[in-house]
């Protein structure tokens, strides 16, 4: 079934049913002012910290209520509806409506009664406040008496677990006032003498708004239980049906913002009004408000600044392929995935409730690659700050704090800190993802001075970026299973794979095999010969290790428990094929030719699904052993046995490197969201994001997907993609070019950006091969090989690569 429709060239997911399996989310805004918001407007609002600075309430796991809700009522017959389809639901015969989520902004257009909106919510660039900015069109032949009615439902509380849970308190700390134009929420207004800088209880008085401008406010109400009224809902407040808001204010109970206004409105007239929500003190909400004056003007100029900025970053990676769900994911939609993930980490969704007050390190490392070939110098900032994040020992902090002061953080050896982020341990894997996504941001940017750039560590002292990686890459060697591999630690990639401390994992053994690949590449530009042969030899050692212990007939094993059992073996019961040692061993360089393809062949026949590949097979039940948390889980679920998103990623990337590109492709099918634009019914979250994981094949509901927009899955499949299947693959001193496509592309396009210089490339493959190149053509000039050198590069460079 189809709910809507990608429309390319605005860069907007158009959804044309508003009854959808589940409500379909956008992002407005940034963290430090962050809105969610729905196909049917609901979602919430929080400024800087999603459970510490909480300002609209949402209630979670329930009917995507209440939310950022304009009512229009008819003052002739009385009848009245929303912006939204929802909340007040008209009969979709008569009511006609559409939501367009777009880059940062989502508008809905609704025609009802002979009456036409559009409300377009936004948060403006680098601003802290948001905007609902309305339209309204007269439709019919005669004069039209409207009142719209605004409403914004406030938390007591800025926490949001106090909000809903500890109401002896929090419903003791609220009110409201009406000042000129807008509601004041105000908490803990008795503490409104406390001087700058001081708390009680740590605790200060806070103030939010909700304001009207373009039009005078009519009627207004600060009281949720007086605007919605007893045994009434969302969907027939009693504010509305009556007309006329009660301006009843809140003192103890539950604060809301609604602000009504008077509209007459002759045959085909149009007018403006907007509401703005924010969390600031009255002086400032007034100067925000004095901003709107002219409604129009000053909301065409920010919606037109904010497409701008998100256009522009998007514009530097530009495919044209035979597929349309392919340029529509790598174009906009997997890239505005990845910059949200980025962005927001793991901090606030409709699934992710806010709670996580920190960076999980292996998360951020790895959305930072995500963006790299986008916008690099976003990367770099955060990659510096991961680094400082990297304690001295070489191992990562596994929650970074949002407060986090390098230099001065205490590290899992501290009871202090496992107290305060309920991390006991290091995890084995998390310092191991430095090395890809700090060579390719280099590799991208061609910044080799940041090799020798000075960060702190997150504890204490300071080292160059060079040292930073070859501290990481001793925390490995510092921290070895009996077997020589590196130990599993708390946990790796796979939180619920618990193998123990002294366990190992073949997995980070394969990515501590890669780290020492991409490492000597650094010691080589810093002319480190002795470390060079260090690295050599201990790779050489590692890689012996691996193949001995690890490789079993036709696959990679999972690891070893600290007791010595073997987890992944092909006569085991359960679990005795696994997706990411099979994908990771041919990323790594590790396997041979005849390992590659035997192990991804298995993964082939075990594990790909028609919605790819589970990661692992048969699932947990019972034959788990201690550490084998994913059993909790139903099987086909999460770690036990479902499709886990973002290995599918490494999956595309896998069989692209070993030139499957037919292969690749048909992942990335699979998997990608722009794909299942017709199966929403199954899939059920958005077809414009990726979730975390799909129900695999031992689920009833095979092919449901789950835990939308902020999943590791965006950069994966996006590297996968633009490494893989595209090829482009840079390095400190050019670009290789090497597709892995499907053998039925005659020819694609990308426009690419590149340390400055713009390329042009067209790939044509004339004898239908899946990988391989004939011959490349550079402004003309023939190459020798597959590879760009960077001095060959102008500001505006041609380039053609003849595939056979």
């Not at 329930?62 to 304009?70: E, N, V």
């Not at 085909?268 to 703005?276: M, N, S, V």
């Not at 300071?462 to 501290?471: G, N, Q, S």
């Not at 670009?735 to 400055?756: M, N, V």
Request: charged share 20%; glycine share 8%; proline share 4%.
């Amino acid at each position: 079934m189809n709910f809507g429709y990608f429309d390319d060239e605005k860069r907007e997911y158009v959804i044309t049913r508003p009854d959808t399996p589940a409500p379909w989310a956008n992002y407005l805004g940034s963290p430090e002012y962050g809105a969610l918001i729905s196909n049917n407007a609901g979602g919430y609002s929080f400024a800087r910290s999603g459970a510490n600075g909480r300002i609209l309430r949402y209630i979670f796991n329930q009917f995507d209520q209440p939310g950022r809700y304009i009512y229009l009522r008819d003052n002739e017959s009385k009848d009245y509806w929303s912006a939204s389809w929802q909340p007040v639901g008209k009969d979709l015969e008569s009511y006609k409506s559409e939501c367009h989520h777009g880059t940062a902004y989502t508008k809905m257009l609704a025609d009802y009664s002979g009456i036409h909106s559009e409300v377009c919510y936004y948060v403006p660039l680098n601003q802290t406040y948001e905007v609902w900015h309305l339209k309204v069109t007269n439709a019919s032949a005669c004069e039209r008496n409207l009142t719209i009615t605004g409403y914004a439902e406030f938390t007591n509380n800025n926490n949001y677990e106090q909000d809903q849970v500890n109401l002896q308190y929090s419903q003791f700390i609220t009110s409201t006032v009406f000042e000129t134009n807008r509601i004041r929420h105000i908490i803990h207004g008795n503490l409104d003498w406390v001087k700058e800088g001081e708390e009680v209880d740590n605790k200060l008085a806070i103030s939010r708004f909700f304001a009207l401008t373009g039009a005078p406010v009519d009627s207004y109400c600060g009281d949720k239980e007086s605007f919605l009224g007893r045994y009434h809902g969302y969907h027939n407040p009693v504010g509305v049906e009556n007309g006329k808001l009660s301006g009843e204010m809140c003192y103890n109970e539950n604060g809301c913002g609604a602000l009504a206004a008077q509209m007459l409105l002759k045959p085909g007239e149009t007018k403006e009004i907007a509401f703005l929500v924010g969390m600031k003190e009255h002086e400032e909400a007034e100067a925000i408000c004095n901003r709107y004056a002219d409604v129009a003007a000053q909301c065409e100029t920010e919606l037109k600044e904010l497409t701008g900025y998100w256009h522009e970053k998007l514009e530097h990676f530009q495919v044209h392929t035979p597929s349309r769900e392919f340029d529509t994911m790598i174009n906009t939609w997997n890239a505005y995935n990845c910059f949200m993930t980025f962005i927001w980490s793991r901090a606030a969704s409709f699934f992710y409730c806010g709670l996580r007050n920190g960076y999980g390190y292996r998360d951020t490392v790895q959305d930072i690659q995500g963006v790299i070939h986008l916008a690099p110098e976003m990367a770099l900032e955060k990659i510096r700050f991961m680094l400082s994040a990297q304690v001295d020992n070489g191992g990562g902090l596994p929650l970074v704090k949002f407060t986090h002061n390098a230099g001065h953080e205490d590290t899992p050896d501290d009871a202090s800190y496992v107290q305060e982020t309920g991390h006991p341990a290091y995890r084995a894997d998390d310092a191991l993802w430095l090395f890809p996504t700090v060579y390719k941001y280099i590799a991208e940017s061609g910044n080799l001075a940041f090799i020798d750039e000075v960060i702190p560590f997150a504890n204490k002292d300071e080292a160059t970026v060079y040292e930073h990686l070859k501290r990481a890459l001793a925390f490995s060697v510092n921290h070895l299973g009996p077997h020589g591999l590196p130990a599993g630690l708390y946990a790796d990639w796979n939180d619920c794979l618990r193998l123990g401390k002294n366990g190992e994992s073949s997995f980070v053994a394969l990515q501590f095999y890669y780290a020492m690949t991409i490492l000597k590449q650094f010691a080589a530009y810093k002319e480190d010969q002795a470390y060079m042969d260090y690295l050599e030899e201990e790779q050489k050692k590692l890689g012996t290790l691996i193949n001995n212990l690890c490789w079993n007939e036709d696959r990679f094993i999972r690891g070893f428990t600290e007791a010595g059992e073997v987890i992944g073996k092909r006569t085991d019961p359960e679990a005795n094929m696994w997706l990411n040692p099979q994908s990771w061993a041919v990323i790594s360089g590790l396997a041979t030719k005849q390992q590659a393809e035997l192990s991804m062949e298995n993964v082939r026949k075990r594990l790909n699904t028609e919605y790819g590949a589970i990661l692992m097979d048969p699932p947990y039940h019972l034959h788990a052993f201690d550490g084998a948390l994913a059993v909790i889980y139903n099987p086909g679920t999460k770690e036990n046995a479902g499709i886990f998103s973002q290995s599918q990623g490494w999956l595309i990337l896998a069989e692209a490197l070993l030139g499957h590109g037919d292969q690749a492709f048909t992942y990335f099918m699979e998997n990608a969201p722009s794909a299942q634009n017709d199966r929403a019914e199954i899939r059920k979250l958005e077809p414009y994001c990726y979730g975390q994981f799909t129900e695999g094949k031992d689920s009833p509901h095979f092919g449901r997907s789950h835990v939308h927009w902020l999943t590791g899955t965006a950069s994966t499949v996006m590297v996968g993609c633009v490494e893989g299947i595209l090829g482009m693959r840079p390095d400190f001193g050019g670009l290789r070019i090497a597709p892995s496509i499907p053998a039925d592309w005659d020819q694609f396009t990308i426009e690419k950006d590149f340390r400055g210089k713009h390329l042009h490339i067209v790939v044509e493959n004339p004898e239908h091969v899946q990988s391989g190149c004939k011959a490349l053509y550079v402004n003309e000039e023939k190459m020798e090989d597959n590879y760009i050198p960077v001095e060959k590069m102008t500001d505006q460079t041609k380039v053609r690569l003849v595939m056979a």
